[in-house]
C-alpha cells in the first residue's frame, strides 16, 4: 500500500524526511520521481541529515555534479546522492564510475531515477513529489 502525505513547506518536507531516515537501512535505493521544482533535493536534504551523514545545509543538487557522498568511507550511513537528469541512459551511467556505488551496502538516493531503470539487485523505495498548489507538495512512498 503506498503511504502518501502532503507538506506545506520546504522545512515540513525537510522534517519528514528527517523521520522517515529513522526507517532507513542500507543496501537501499531511494528512487525519487517528480517535476522540476517538486522538492527532491529539499527532501534528500532531510534524509541525509536524518542519516547523520551530513548536515542539512551541506546537501546541494547533483544535477551538474551528477553524484555527492555524504559520510565518511567506514560510515554505515554512507550515502550517495545522484541525479539522472542529465544521463541519457544506463551506459553514460557506467562511462561516470557510477556503477562503483554498488560496491558496497550504501543508501543511495536518485533524482529523476524514471529517466531509465537502473540494474540493481539492492532493495528499493520508490518516491514521488507533485506540486499540490503554492508550497503544498504530495510525496507518496512505494516500497
Ligand atoms: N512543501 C515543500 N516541499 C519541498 N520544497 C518546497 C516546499 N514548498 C516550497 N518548496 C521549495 O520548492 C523548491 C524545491 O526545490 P528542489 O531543488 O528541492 O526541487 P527538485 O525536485 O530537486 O528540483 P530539480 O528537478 O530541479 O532537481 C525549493 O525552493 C523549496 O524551498
Ligand atoms: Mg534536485
Redesign the pocket.
Known amino acids: 500500500m503506498p503511504e502518501e502525505l502532503l ?4 522545512e ?2 525537510i522534517a519528514w524526511g528527517r523521520g522517515f531516515a529513522a526507517r532507513l537501512k542500507a543496501p537501499l535505493m531511494i528512487l525519487l520521481s ?10 534528500t536534504k532531510g534524509i541525509v541529515s536524518g542519516l547523520g551523514a551530513a548536515p542539512e545545509e551541506d546537501v546541494t ?1 547533483p ?1 551538474f555534479t551528477l553524484l555527492h557522498v555524504y559520510g565518511t568511507e567506514n560510515s554505515a550511513q554512507k550515502v550517495f546522492h545522484g ?1 539522472l ?1 542529465r544521463i541519457e541512459k544506463f551506459h553514460d551511467f557506467e562511462t561516470l564510475g557510477m556503477e562503483d556505488l554498488f560496491s558496497k551496502p550504501a543508501i543511495v538516493i536518485l ?2 531515477s524514471e529517466r531509465f531503470p537502473l540494474p540493481s539487485p539492492w532493495p528499493q523505495i520508490k518516491i514521488r ?1 507533485e506540486h499540490a498548489g503554492g ?3 504530495r510525496i507518496t512512498v512505494t516500497s
Open positions: 507538506t506545506h513547506s520546504a515540513e518536507t517528480g517535476d522540476l521544482g517538486s522538492g527532491k533535493t529539499t527532501l543538487s544535477t541525479d537528469y533524482e529523476w513529489l508550497d503544498a507538495r
